[in-house]
């Protein structure tokens, strides 16, 4: 009976947990489900791996629609090319969201934005400014600049044609001429689909909305909808941190000097694997910035002169050179006629940080030009210049010196010199384990 009953009870309590649990199935596949993503910041290699897990997970969530709230200066053509591809390729309605008021869509957020399969902004937010350069930040010439253009023109024509004559005219002008637009002049040349003061408002849109899916029509339900946010993970972001043009040149500037301090005093391992690490997260960094690379030349100068006036026999000049080719070096590297604004470095930023560097390196210099002139303490070479007491007779031939608590052997270093018994002498070399003294008078 006993074993009965036990049975019966736990049959009622699976019965109960798993009617729980259809239910609670039942309620989150009753309300459809909005995925939304928050992209601010320019669009480079983690971008793309952030977009690329969410459309995963809202495909895998059977997402009603994924919106990705965008604010972004630009970015690099290929990656917003990718992007795109992943947006075309979703089987969830994507809903690009220019956000929050004063956001903007530039450059290859524009392009971004008019190719997904809703396309919405805020108030006061603006979108173009589109125009291709090279990864150095120049322009293009004339004829690299006409093929870039008109292949990006026809990366998006599929997904504007639908909007109408003034909508590609708009977006052909955004390549070609760096046009620029805010969300109502977008709005009436019909580029987005809605204008929509905050989330809520654009869910309220986009309810009833019916957009073109591959072969098929999709009406939108946003009707109490459950809105799910999806972050960038920890490693999306500090790659994406990474890519800033600031965080770069500093990781450079601390690897740089925490190198050189190594090598100036090596033996030491902490100073030389932080180097080592800030300059591999420098490379990455400006492995996906748009950087000129002759700058590296005046960097390598820089490390040179630093480590050249460790040995030189007058210590400043070498150094102020080596500040002087760094900042030059840094402004080459980040700052080359025709980058985006976004993407250069701070120019007082790179003063100031030489200056410092200069500064710790002379520091450290000091103290190690004091170090070499202080007395030797230990070894043999430590005897020369003590004092001791003579315990024999001490000739030309040898005899016993007291120095401190030691007895050695020594010999006079004038022959005709005579040191007795009890005499006070002084060390003035040390000749393997025999000391020659001289007499104190």
């Given at each position: 009976?006993?074993?009965?009953?036990?049975?019966?009870i736990?049959?009622?309590?699976?019965?109960?947990?798993?009617?729980a649990?259809?239910q609670s199935a039942?309620a989150q596949?009753?309300?459809?489900l909005?995925?939304?993503m928050t992209?601010?910041?320019?669009?480079m290699?983690p971008?793309?791996e952030?977009?690329?897990?969410?459309?995963?997970i809202?495909?895998r969530?059977n997402?009603e629609v994924l919106?990705?709230?965008?604010?972004?200066?630009?970015g690099a053509?290929?990656?917003?090319l990718?992007?795109?591809?992943e947006?075309?390729?979703?089987?969830?309605p994507?809903?690009?969201?220019?956000?929050?008021?004063n956001?903007?869509?530039?450059?290859?957020?524009?392009?971004?934005?008019?190719?997904?399969?809703?396309?919405?902004?805020?108030p006061e937010?603006t979108?173009?400014?589109?125009t291709?350069i090279m990864?150095?930040?120049?322009n293009?010439?004339?004829d690299?600049?006409?093929?870039?253009i008109?292949?990006?023109?026809?990366a998006?024509r599929p997904?504007v044609?639908p909007?109408?004559?003034e909508?590609?005219?708009?977006?052909?002008?955004?390549i070609a001429?760096?046009?620029a637009?805010t969300?109502t002049?977008?709005l009436?040349?019909g580029?987005?689909d809605?204008?929509?003061?905050d989330?809520?408002?654009?869910?309220?849109?986009l309810?009833?909305?019916?957009?073109?899916m591959d072969?098929s029509?999709?009406t939108?339900?946003?009707l109490d909808?459950?809105?799910?946010?999806?972050?960038?993970s920890l490693i999306?972001g500090?790659?994406l941190?990474?890519?800033d043009p600031n965080i770069?040149?500093?990781?450079?500037?601390?690897?740089?000097?925490?190198?050189?301090?190594e090598?100036s005093?090596p033996?030491?391992?902490?100073a030389g694997?932080?180097?080592?690490v800030?300059?591999?997260?420098a490379v990455?960094g400006?492995?996906v910035l748009?950087v000129n690379?002759f700058?590296?030349?005046?960097?390598?100068?820089?490390?040179?002169l630093?480590?050249?006036?460790?040995k030189a026999?007058?210590?400043?000049a070498?150094t102020?050179a080596?500040v002087?080719s760094f900042?030059i070096?840094?402004?080459?590297?980040?700052?080359?006629?025709?980058?985006?604004q976004?993407?250069r470095?701070?120019?007082?930023l790179v003063?100031?940080t030489?200056?410092?560097i200069?500064?710790l390196f002379?520091v450290?210099l000091i103290?190690?030009?004091?170090a070499?002139?202080v007395?030797i303490?230990?070894?043999?070479?430590?005897?020369i210049?003590?004092?001791?007491?003579a315990?024999?007779?001490?000739e030309?031939n040898?005899?016993?010196v007291?120095?401190g608590p030691?007895?050695?052997?020594?010999?006079a270093?004038?022959a005709?010199?005579s040191i007795?018994?009890g005499d006070r002498v002084?060390?003035?070399?040390v000749?393997?384990?025999r000391l020659k003294?001289?007499k104190?008078k």
């Open positions: 009976m006993r074993t009965i009953r036990r049975t019966f736990l049959l009622v309590l699976l019965n109960a947990a798993l009617s649990a259809f039942r596949t009753s309300d459809p909005v995925l939304v992209a601010h910041g320019p669009i290699p971008m793309l952030y977009f690329k897990r969410g459309i995963e809202a495909e969530r997402a919106v990705v709230q965008l604010n972004t200066p630009g053509v290929l990656t917003t990718e992007i795109i591809r947006i075309r390729a979703s089987s969830v994507v809903v690009i969201y220019v956000s929050p008021k956001a903007i869509a530039g450059s290859a957020g524009a392009m971004i934005t008019v190719a997904a399969h809703v396309s919405a902004m805020a937010t979108i173009g400014a589109s291709p990864t150095t930040g120049e293009l010439p004339s690299a600049r006409a093929k870039e008109n292949s990006m023109q026809a998006i997904y044609e909007r109408g004559e909508a590609l005219a708009l977006a052909n002008a955004m001429e760096a046009k637009v969300n002049e977008a009436e040349a580029l987005i809605f204008v929509a003061d989330l809520e408002d654009l869910l309220q849109a309810d009833g909305f019916t957009l073109q072969d029509t999709r939108i339900n946003t909808v459950e809105t799910a946010p999806l972050n960038m999306e500090f790659l941190f990474l890519t770069a040149f500093l990781l450079l500037a601390i690897g740089v000097q925490a190198v050189l301090i090598i005093s033996g030491g391992w902490v694997f932080i180097g080592v800030c300059l591999t997260l990455y400006m492995g748009p690379w700058g590296i030349i005046f960097l390598l100068t820089a490390f040179i630093f480590i050249l006036d460790i026999p007058t210590h400043g070498l102020t080596g002087a900042i070096g840094a402004l080459v590297l980040f700052n080359s006629p025709g980058v985006p976004f993407q470095v701070s120019v007082p003063v100031a030489g200056v410092v200069g500064l002379m450290i103290y190690a030009l004091r070499l002139k007395p303490s230990a070894g043999i070479e430590s005897l210049g003590k004092t001791g007491t315990r024999s007779v001490v030309g040898g005899g016993q007291q120095l030691e007895l050695w052997t020594a010999e270093v004038d005709a010199e007795g018994k002084e060390v003035v070399e000749k393997g384990l003294v001289r104190i």
